[in-house]
């Protein structure tokens, strides 16, 4: 029989001896096998180390997100493919999309992010700091590609998402991975990273393929590599507790079972449209995915005198799910990932049972279309009800992996926090209400317990992008039970797999690392203005020095009419006792514009296509008439824009087809004594030379 291949050492590798048997979910038929048998697992990790992070870490941030962004359009020409096998799983049509598209929607998410970061391997972190009276010697945090290998030990419910969305992660911070998917859904994994091989755009080494049991690889793990484990808590604790990882101190992100929860809040009745929108929620949470989502609404808590009325219209909704064969257009819920999953949510319900009771659905039959009940791993949604929530412990405890959920009451809003916090920490926790000071009071008082806090009503319902879904750019993570640990989050998540050095030194010595100006570093002074140099001739630190300008009262008068800003301050006839100016001050965006015309150069067409605006602006320093105001004014910042690409001449937009980027300058305002009276950082648009 067929096995799966693993992907190490830049081979397609297969296991020895007949592995481990993997079945069709919905039929109970053989699909493959898998095997890592014979493979040797300190190798993986060295030649992840030593081809893929080499490669990897020299890229610039820009040039990895462009690598993500063309993997991204790849897969998704592919995707077709990936949906055949995905009903394999037992996954539904749209349980794939959120597996297989939410996964490729993580690559085009972090291909983006690439904005945020210079167009260099390395980026620096927070603010600049100084240290010194004199300016001379101050710090920076840098974060630097760690020279490891990113692990990643996943669950069997999101074979493509759950390694899409860490893989997109580490890639744009410059380190490679090894995917461990679990062993009962990695043949879809496989067929992904088949493609993924088979695109060449990647790098050697930037991600190889374990199909089946794990080995011994942790224990060739050291301090640069980063693993991240999504699972059962048992098997995260016993990985967590491995001697390489605590003697290496290896970072260890794991996301376990998690109770999440969702609040009906009080100021919710039946006829709220609140409701509807409540019951429609609590359904996807049960019914997507089989209820095989690590973020899937386990507790349900609603006010004491509306638990009768929820639970008769959570039945009714769940009664209206069609379940069987996914590939059956009219199939809303497909079966669980194994006959294995299916036995192990009956004996969960078993136990959640010891303190509650069905008030929908059945433990023991499931009605099917186009599926054989007892083969397939189907079970019937089941919607539980527990009357005491504080004393019913198990209900908070138990993690049933299926489409189980249960309904409890509570009195006020303090016993919903309570109960939700009883969970012990989870991934995500959602309130519908239409009251804000009851959602500030939810998120503030239970924050401290979960990941992530939607809070839902009409106003956001329909683009709501749900409760259950994690998203590239908010952190995904959870406290105590959930893991405590944190995946995603936009840049937060970038820096999971770069190390944090501290740097200190002179402002010149931090500008020639970051790559970014700092006050008073040494600027080098040219005779070309900076205004006539293409981007690629442009350096971090080309500095002018203006000319002075004196202003005058009747400038002010004349700014305070042209723009109509008569503030008190700008005029001669007020009295200023008890203000905090001495006499008439020039307007802050007086002196930034007679800035913009000391240092302005092009008055004849240039590199610099246009002003693009101001990142931040600061007055200082009042400026009287009288005053003479001169400008230092430096090349910060370079940022590569890429080409829109337009398809439809229609959507061309003039200049479309420039090549160009953006260049932050900081503009220092002085006064005749050398004082600082206002700083800025502007941006304009400059165009390359080639
Ligand atoms: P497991 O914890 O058993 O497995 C998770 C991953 O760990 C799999 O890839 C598994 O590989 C691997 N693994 C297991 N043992 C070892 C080991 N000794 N060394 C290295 N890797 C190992 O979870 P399951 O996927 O089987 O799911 C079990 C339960 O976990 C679910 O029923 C559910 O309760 C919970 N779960 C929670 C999730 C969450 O995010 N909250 C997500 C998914 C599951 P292999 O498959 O080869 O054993």
């Given at each position: 029989?067929?096995?799966?291949?693993?992907?190490?050492?830049?081979?397609?590798?297969?296991g020895?001896?007949?592995?481990?048997?993997?079945?069709?979910?919905?039929?109970?038929?053989?699909?493959?096998?898998?095997?890592?048998?014979?493979?040797?697992?300190?190798?993986?990790?060295?030649?992840?180390?030593?081809?893929?992070?080499?490669?990897?870490?020299?890229?610039?941030?820009?040039?990895?997100?462009?690598?993500?962004k063309?993997?991204?359009?790849?897969?998704?020409?592919?995707?077709?493919?990936?949906?055949?096998?995905?009903?394999?799983t037992?996954?539904?049509?749209?349980?794939?999309?959120?597996?297989?598209?939410?996964?490729?929607?993580?690559?085009?998410?972090?291909?983006?992010?690439?904005?945020?970061?210079?167009?260099?391997?390395y980026?620096?972190?927070?603010?600049?700091?100084?240290?010194?009276?004199?300016?001379?010697?101050?710090?920076?945090?840098?974060?630097?590609?760690?020279?490891?290998?990113?692990?990643?030990?996943?669950?069997?419910?999101?074979?493509?998402?759950?390694?899409?969305?860490k893989?997109?992660?580490?890639?744009?911070?410059?380190?490679?991975?090894?995917?461990?998917?679990?062993?009962?859904?990695?043949?879809?994994?496989?067929?992904?990273?088949?493609?993924?091989?088979?695109?060449?755009?990647l790098?050697?080494?930037?991600?190889?393929?374990?199909?089946?049991?794990?080995?011994?690889?942790?224990?060739?793990?050291?301090?640069?590599?980063?693993?991240?484990?999504?699972?059962?808590?048992?098997?995260?604790?016993?990985?967590?507790?491995n001697?390489?990882?605590?003697?290496?101190?290896?970072?260890?992100n794991?996301?376990?079972?998690?109770?999440?929860?969702i609040?009906?809040?009080?100021?919710?009745?039946p006829?709220?449209?609140?409701?509807?929108?409540?019951?429609?929620e609590?359904?996807?949470?049960?019914?997507?995915?089989?209820?095989?989502?690590c973020?899937?609404?386990?507790?349900?808590?609603?006010?004491?005198?509306?638990?009768?009325?929820?639970?008769?219209?959570?039945?009714?909704?769940?009664?209206q799910?069609?379940i069987?064969?996914?590939?059956?257009?009219?199939?809303?819920?497909?079966?669980?990932?194994?006959?294995?999953?299916?036995?192990?949510?009956?004996?969960?319900?078993?136990?959640?049972?010891?303190?509650?009771?069905?008030?929908?659905?059945?433990?023991?039959?499931?009605?099917?279309?186009?599926?054989?009940?007892?083969?397939?791993?189907?079970?019937?949604?089941?919607?539980?009800?527990?009357?005491?929530?504080?004393?019913?412990?198990?209900?908070?405890?138990?993690?049933?992996?299926?489409?189980?959920?249960?309904?409890?009451?509570?009195?006020?809003?303090?016993?919903?926090?309570?109960?939700?916090?009883k969970?012990?920490?989870?991934?995500?926790?959602?309130?519908?209400?239409?009251?804000?000071?009851?959602?500030?009071?939810f998120?503030?008082?239970?924050g401290?317990?979960?990941?992530?806090?939607?809070?839902?009503?009409?106003?956001?319902?329909?683009?709501?992008?749900g409760?259950?879904?994690?998203?590239?750019?908010?952190?995904?993570?959870?406290?105590?039970?959930?893991?405590?640990?944190?995946?995603?989050?936009?840049?937060?998540?970038?820096?999971?797999?770069?190390?944090?050095?501290?740097?200190?030194?002179?402002?010149?010595?931090?500008?020639?690392?970051?790559?970014?100006?700092?006050?008073?570093?040494?600027?080098?002074?040219?005779?070309?203005?900076?205004?006539?140099?293409?981007?690629?001739?442009?350096?971090?630190?080309?500095?002018?020095?203006?000319?002075?300008?004196?202003?005058?009262?009747?400038?002010?008068?004349?700014?305070?009419?042209?723009?109509?800003?008569?503030?008190?301050?700008?005029?001669?006839?007020?009295?200023?006792?008890?203000?905090?100016?001495?006499?008439?001050?020039?307007?802050?965006?007086?002196?930034?514009?007679?800035?913009?015309?000391?240092?302005?150069?092009?008055?004849?067409?240039g590199?610099?296509?246009?002003?693009?605006?101001?990142?931040?602006?600061?007055?200082?320093?009042?400026?009287?008439?009288?005053a003479?105001?001169?400008?230092?004014?430096?090349?910060?910042?370079?940022?590569?824009?890429?080409?829109?690409?337009?398809?439809?001449?229609?959507?061309?937009?003039?200049?479309?087809?420039?090549?160009?980027?953006?260049?932050?300058?900081?503009?220092?305002?002085?006064?005749?004594?050398?004082?600082?009276?206002?700083?800025?950082?502007?941006?304009?648009?400059?165009?390359?030379?080639?």
């Amino acid at each position: 029989m067929k096995k799966l291949e693993n992907y190490i050492t830049g081979k397609w590798i297969t296991g020895d001896g007949n592995g481990q048997e993997l079945y069709d979910a919905v039929t109970g038929e053989t699909v493959t096998r898998a095997t890592t048998k014979g493979l040797d697992f300190a190798s993986i990790l060295k030649y992840g180390r030593e081809v893929g992070n080499t490669f990897l870490r020299k890229f610039t941030f820009h040039e990895r997100g462009r690598m993500l962004k063309a993997l991204a359009m790849y897969l998704m020409e592919k995707k077709e493919k990936f949906y055949a096998v995905s009903y394999h799983t037992g996954a539904t049509k749209a349980d794939s999309w959120i597996d297989i598209e939410g996964g490729i929607g993580n690559l085009f998410a972090n291909a983006s992010l690439r904005r945020k970061f210079p167009d260099l391997p390395y980026c620096t972190d927070g603010d600049p700091i100084g240290l010194s009276k004199g300016g001379n010697f101050m710090a920076h945090h840098l974060l630097v590609p760690k020279e490891g290998v990113a692990v990643h030990i996943n669950a069997y419910n999101f074979p493509v998402w759950g390694m899409l969305e860490k893989c997109a992660v580490n890639w744009l911070a410059g380190i490679p991975a090894v995917v461990k998917p679990a062993s009962i859904t990695s043949y879809l994994t496989e067929a992904v990273v088949k493609e993924i091989i088979a695109s060449g755009i990647l790098p050697d080494g930037a991600l190889q393929l374990i199909c089946g049991s794990a080995g011994d690889l942790l224990n060739h793990v050291t301090s640069q590599d980063v693993v991240t484990f999504t699972g059962s808590k048992s098997t995260g604790l016993l990985l967590k507790s491995n001697k390489a990882i605590l003697g290496e101190s290896v970072p260890f992100n794991m996301e376990a079972d998690s109770l999440n929860s969702i609040v009906l809040g009080n100021d919710v009745t039946p006829s709220s449209p609140e409701w509807e929108i409540f019951i429609k929620e609590v359904r996807k949470e049960i019914t997507v995915k089989a209820g095989q989502k690590c973020t899937a609404v386990r507790r349900i808590f609603v006010p004491e005198h509306l638990l009768e009325d929820a639970t008769i219209a959570l039945g009714k909704a769940l009664a209206q799910t069609t379940i069987g064969n996914p590939l059956n257009d009219k199939v809303r819920m497909g079966s669980l990932a194994s006959l294995t999953q299916r036995d192990e949510v009956r004996q969960n319900i078993q136990k959640l049972l010891a303190s509650s009771e069905i008030v929908y659905g059945s433990l023991d039959s499931v009605e099917v279309i186009d599926a054989d009940a007892k083969k397939g791993a189907f079970v019937s949604p089941i919607l539980l009800r527990s009357d005491d929530g504080f004393k019913n412990e198990v209900v908070h405890e138990v993690e049933c992996f299926g489409p189980v959920s249960t309904i409890m009451p509570y009195k006020d809003l303090n016993e919903a926090i309570a109960l939700s916090k009883k969970g012990k920490g989870s991934l995500c926790c959602s309130i519908i209400t239409a009251d804000n000071k009851m959602a500030t009071d939810f998120v503030v008082g239970a924050g401290t317990h979960h990941g992530r806090i939607l809070v839902l009503n009409q106003e956001c319902a329909k683009e709501s992008t749900g409760h259950g879904s994690p998203l590239p750019m908010l952190v995904h993570g959870g406290p105590g039970r959930a893991g405590g640990g944190e995946e995603m989050g936009g840049v937060r998540g970038v820096k999971h797999y770069m190390q944090r050095v501290a740097v200190q030194g002179s402002p010149t010595t931090i500008t020639a690392i970051t790559q970014s100006y700092q006050p008073n570093a040494k600027g080098i002074q040219s005779h070309v203005h900076p205004f006539k140099k293409y981007f690629e001739e442009l350096n971090i630190g080309d500095q002018i020095i203006t000319q002075k300008r004196k202003i005058t009262s009747e400038d002010i008068d004349a700014f305070a009419e042209l723009s109509g800003d008569h503030f008190y301050a700008h005029k001669t006839d007020t009295n200023f006792e008890g203000t905090m100016f001495e006499q008439q001050v020039a307007h802050g965006y007086f002196v930034m514009s007679l800035s913009a015309g000391l240092f302005v150069d092009g008055s004849e067409l240039g590199p610099v296509l246009l002003n693009y605006g101001i990142d931040e602006l600061r007055f200082t320093k009042p400026v009287y008439a009288g005053a003479e105001i001169y400008i230092r004014f430096t090349c910060k910042e370079k940022l590569p824009q890429d080409k829109r690409i337009v398809e439809k001449q229609e959507d061309f937009k003039r200049g479309d087809d420039l090549d160009k980027g953006i260049v932050k300058w900081l503009v220092e305002m002085l006064d005749e004594s050398g004082e600082h009276v206002g700083i800025a950082t502007i941006l304009t648009m400059v165009k390359r030379k080639k």
